[in-house]
């Protein structure tokens, strides 16, 4: 496939121009990131946006693969001797390696076949006559090659059966023809294995289920899947069952490929090849073909679920610089604690024992007065894991003893946090410190900055993913790499105080030369210039040409440094401060002025009207951080387990996972609840997306609670009495519990503070 082709196909499918593509292509071909080109090449690319980059970045990929077996394909035909001049002209406008696959078929090695045994034994030419002559008695021809290794005309037309039988299955039209009619009328049948009803109980949903393999969703194919795997479910996929003519639909179209009418003998024995073709071989090869292409269609489905809910989780609102003390909690092997500041640097550290077997509440809560007093602890990260909402309840009693002002205490998603601490990037960062104790350290800086500090683990093991094991791991992590790429690059890196894992994940700087920079400013103190750059070691021109606008220096030589405005561009932005005739520090943020510019007298013969607009725009808020403001969520009193809960209450939540279903949300009793998606608003909601996202903080109602089976059903809708809005008749799959998460542990017993209190405040006054 040339390029031309290839960016035309691109195009359409990204709804651009194929010059756009072209050019997009040359920049990522000559080692230009994604964020770089959609922000600081929009002239070039005519403006594609970070969204539509991705799509033709991995479409690039596809296609490229597809090209490359396009042309190992050829080669091997050709060298075979077999290639003509309408096989080549359909090699060349297929479009899916699929189609490319069924075209190889007749020309692929392979193990010695039924067919080919037919074929030595000499009876390729009674196959032919038979497709020849359909008036034609098949047992007088098949006679006729009757031999030793051929005793009798039964023998003789089975060998003749099994010739054509494979012509068919290797026919790259009919298998379109058979594939796309499966696609629309197939169904997915899944059946609970004999004997596996308890053991496979949480499959429970799919024991006795049937739905259209067109419109079954990604979340049931994977769920249904993964029981298969388990070997507690069964999968079938049929067609035509409920067809109760002779000749079903799909031997029909066998039938049409090969002008079959039933108008002769040997027409007849013909129509019985093809029933007994797609009985045995083509309905079973086909029904693969679904199977994987359902896989492959959910996991793109997965994989976009899990990228966007890591974006909405990279880029929830910062607590900011502030002293903080994280919490990770546990039963028996105690609390872990860790004090850090304002920038993320350890301060101290304890763990504490305020439940069985040592049951110390007072000695626990006395020492995190402790640490709150000596280090100023304005916030406090506790991991919702086991035993969170009991240690929340603890420091909930501290908290309501101590005098103003007080630390404010938030859940945090601790997914991914022991992943971190085991980690050598952990060990490294903190060499004589405990496992335990590091967990409790990237619980208090991910409240800090979830940005900076989520960016030192994998991002599969963050756990915002629906069947994130199940999926293709290779371009899962792609795609989420991607996202942590753009989450870091849109909100920008602050050069003097960004950790080696964090600077990594800027456009054009590798592990090596983040580990580069990190070293150089601790030699060389901190930059205090972006040129300044240029002196790491490894770091040339293209890298610093590819960073520079997203590294930032709040107080700098240069003003523009604090900004998104790339040093190539400064010129222009220096024009439009000599043109208001003002100091720049002065005139940065300030609207009125910059608004009042016309765009067009800046533009030049390098840069154009959207990078003039842009560097308006960065003038008038310099640095500006895309995520939002900080908020908590308030867990009700008294509702700790998820037996507590009773349908009709109304909770506050946090959202911690958003799928195709609907939206689950943290309301503090060790499990999720589900608010299905049409339950998240008194309106139909096509996409949970549209309403919530991961970190959000949102009302529910309790409206179903399993206990058994650890569901939780919730509701975001004001009118309780209102039927749910119906996905039935908006073409959508019935509301269902589908995922599920993990059991957070079972709640324990809560203390009373007893005579704590004054002794506490007696502490706090000694500050």
Same mark, same amino acid.
Do not use: C
């Given at each position: 496939m040339n390029e031309r082709l290839l960016a035309t196909l691109i195009a359409a499918e990204i709804k651009a121009r194929p010059e756009q593509v072209e050019a997009a292509v040359g920049l990522i071909d000559e080692g230009a990131t994604i964020p770089f080109i959609a922000r600081y090449r929009k002239e070039v690319t005519g403006g594609l946006d970070d969204t539509q980059l991705?799509?033709?970045?991995?479409?690039? @990929?596809?296609?490229?693969?597809?090209?490359?077996?396009?042309?190992?394909?050829?080669?091997?035909?050709?060298?075979?001797?077999?290639?003509?001049?309408?096989?080549?002209k359909k090699?060349?406008?297929?479009?899916?390696?699929?189609?490319?696959?069924?075209?190889?078929?007749?020309?692929?090695?392979?193990?010695?076949?039924?067919?080919?045994?037919?074929?030595?034994?000499? /009876?390729?030419?009674?196959?032919?006559?038979?497709?020849?002559?359909?008036?034609?008695?098949?047992?007088?021809?098949?006679?006729?090659?009757?031999?030793?290794?051929?005793p009798d005309v039964k023998t003789a037309l089975e060998g003749a059966r099994d010739i054509v039988a494979e012509?068919?299955?290797?026919?790259?039209?009919?298998?379109?023809?058979?594939?796309?009619?499966?696609?629309?009328?197939?169904? @997915?049948?899944?059946?609970?294995?004999?004997?596996?009803?308890?053991?496979?109980?949480?499959?429970?949903?799919?024991?006795?289920?049937?739905?259209?393999?067109?419109?079954?969703a990604g979340h049931r194919a994977l769920a249904m899947l993964r029981g298969w795997n388990e070997e507690v479910l069964t999968l079938t996929i049929a067609v035509d069952e409920d067809d109760a003519s002779p000749v079903k639909p799909a031997e029909r179209i066998i039938q049409s490929a090969y002008g079959i009418t039933r108008t002769g003998a040997a027409d007849n024995w013909l129509a019985d090849v093809a029933g007994w073709c797609w009985r045995v071989k083509l309905s079973a090869s086909l029904s693969l073909d679904l199977m994987r292409m359902m896989r492959e269609r959910a996991e793109e489905e997965a994989i976009h679920v899990f990228a966007r809910?890591?974006?909405?989780?990279?880029?929830?609102?910062?607590?900011?610089?502030?002293?903080?003390?994280?919490?990770?909690?546990?039963?028996?092997?105690?609390?872990?604690?860790?004090?850090?500041?304002?920038?993320?640097?350890?301060?101290?550290?304890?763990?504490?024992?305020?439940?069985?077997?040592?049951?110390?509440?007072?000695?626990?809560?006395?020492?995190?007065?402790?640490?709150?007093?000596?280090?100023?602890?304005?916030?406090?990260?506790?991991?919702?894991?086991?035993?969170?909402?009991?240690?929340?309840?603890?420091?909930?009693?501290?908290?309501?003893?101590?005098?103003?002002?007080?630390?404010?205490?938030?859940?945090?998603?601790?997914?991914?946090?022991?992943?971190?601490?085991?980690?050598?990037?952990?060990?490294?960062?903190?060499?004589?410190?405990?496992?335990? /104790?590091?967990?409790?350290?990237?619980?208090?800086?991910?409240?800090?900055?979830?940005?900076?500090?989520?960016?030192? @683990?994998?991002?599969?093991?963050?756990?915002?993913?629906?069947?994130?094991?199940?999926?293709d791991q290779t371009k899962l992590s792609r795609s989420l790499d991607a996202v942590v790429e753009d989450a870091v690059n849109a909100v920008g890196v602050?050069?003097?105080?960004?950790?080696?894992?964090?600077?990594?994940?800027?456009?054009?700087?590798?592990?090596?030369?983040?580990?580069?920079?990190?070293a150089y400013r601790d030699q060389a103190g901190a930059f205090a210039t972006r040129k300044e750059l240029l002196k790491v070691p490894r770091l040339g021109p293209r890298a610093f040409q590819q960073a520079a606008g997203f590294l930032r220096i709040p107080d700098g030589k240069e003003p523009l440094d604090a900004s998104a405005v790339h040093p190539e561009a400064y010129d222009v932005a220096k024009k439009i401060v000599a043109a208001c005739g003002r100091d720049i520090r002065s005139l940065m943020g300030d609207s009125a002025v910059l608004k009042s510019l016309d765009p067009k007298r800046f533009v030049d013969e390098t840069f154009g009207l959207p990078t003039v607009k842009d560097i308006l725009s960065e003038l008038e808020k310099p640095g500006r951080d895309p995520r939002p403001s900080f908020r908590t969520a308030t867990f009700a009193d008294g509702v700790n387990e998820i037996t507590d809960l009773k349908p009709g209450m109304l909770l506050e939540g946090t959202v911690t996972n958003v799928a195709a279903f609907g939206a689950f949300v943290d309301i503090g009793v060790h499990q999720d609840g589900l608010v299905h998606v049409s339950?998240?608003?008194?309106?139909?909601?096509?996409?949970?997306?549209?309403?919530?996202?991961?970190?959000?903080?949102?009302?529910?109602?309790?409206?179903?609670?399993?206990?058994?089976?650890?569901?939780?059903?919730?509701?975001?809708?004001?009118?309780?009495?209102?039927?749910?809005?119906?996905?039935?008749?908006?073409?959508?799959?019935?509301?269902?519990?589908?995922?599920?998460?993990?059991?957070?542990?079972?709640?324990?017993?809560?203390?009373?503070?007893?005579?704590?209190?004054?002794?506490?405040?007696?502490?706090?006054?000694?500050?």
């Open positions: 991705r799509t033709l970045s991995e479409r690039l @990929i596809y296609l490229r693969e597809l090209s490359a077996r396009r042309a190992s394909i050829i080669e091997s035909v050709t060298g075979q001797g077999k290639m003509t001049d309408e096989l080549l090699i060349n406008a297929v479009t899916t390696k699929a189609e490319l696959e069924d075209l190889y078929l007749p020309y692929k090695p392979k193990r010695r076949t039924k067919a080919e045994i037919a074929r030595e034994r000499g /009876l390729g030419p009674l196959a032919e006559a038979l497709l020849s002559d359909r008036k034609a008695d098949p047992q007088a021809l098949a006679a006729a090659y009757i031999t030793a290794e051929v012509g068919m299955t290797e026919n790259a039209d009919l298998l379109k023809r058979l594939r796309e009619h499966m696609m629309a009328n197939a169904v @997915i049948k899944a059946r609970v294995v004999e004997g596996k009803q308890e053991a496979g109980a949480k499959f429970s949903d799919y024991f006795e289920h049937t739905e259209s393999w067109a419109k079954v809910n890591l974006k909405d989780l990279l880029l929830a609102a910062p607590a900011g610089s502030r002293p903080a003390m994280g919490l990770d909690p546990g039963i028996r092997t105690g609390v872990k604690v860790a004090v850090v500041d304002g920038t993320g640097k350890l301060l101290d550290t304890a763990t504490v024992y305020p439940f069985q077997p040592k049951n110390d509440l007072r000695g626990a809560q006395m020492e995190i007065a402790r640490l709150i007093r000596k280090h100023g602890v304005e916030l406090i990260a506790i991991g919702n894991g086991t035993a969170s909402r009991e240690t929340e309840k603890m420091v909930a009693d501290l908290l309501a003893e101590l005098p103003a002002p007080k630390p404010t205490k938030v859940i945090v998603s601790e997914a991914g946090a022991s992943v971190y601490s085991a980690s050598e990037l952990a060990a490294a960062e903190f060499p004589g410190l405990d496992v335990s /104790l590091r967990g409790a350290v990237s619980i208090a800086r991910r409240l800090q900055d979830p940005l900076a500090e989520l960016v030192k @683990i994998e991002p599969k093991s963050i756990g915002v993913g629906q069947y994130q094991h199940d999926v602050d050069l003097n105080t960004a950790s080696a894992p964090l600077l990594a994940r800027v456009s054009g700087l590798s592990n090596a030369i983040a580990e580069s920079i990190v339950q998240l608003a008194d309106r139909f909601v096509k996409d949970p997306h549209e309403v919530v996202k991961a970190g959000d903080v949102v009302k529910v109602r309790v409206v179903e609670v399993d206990v058994k089976r650890k569901r939780i059903g919730l509701s975001m809708r004001r009118d309780e009495h209102a039927a749910p809005v119906s996905r039935e008749a908006k073409g959508a799959p019935s509301p269902r519990f589908d995922a599920r998460h993990a059991q957070k542990g079972p709640a324990k017993p809560q203390s009373s503070m007893g005579g704590l209190g004054a002794a506490l405040q007696e502490a706090m006054k000694r500050k």
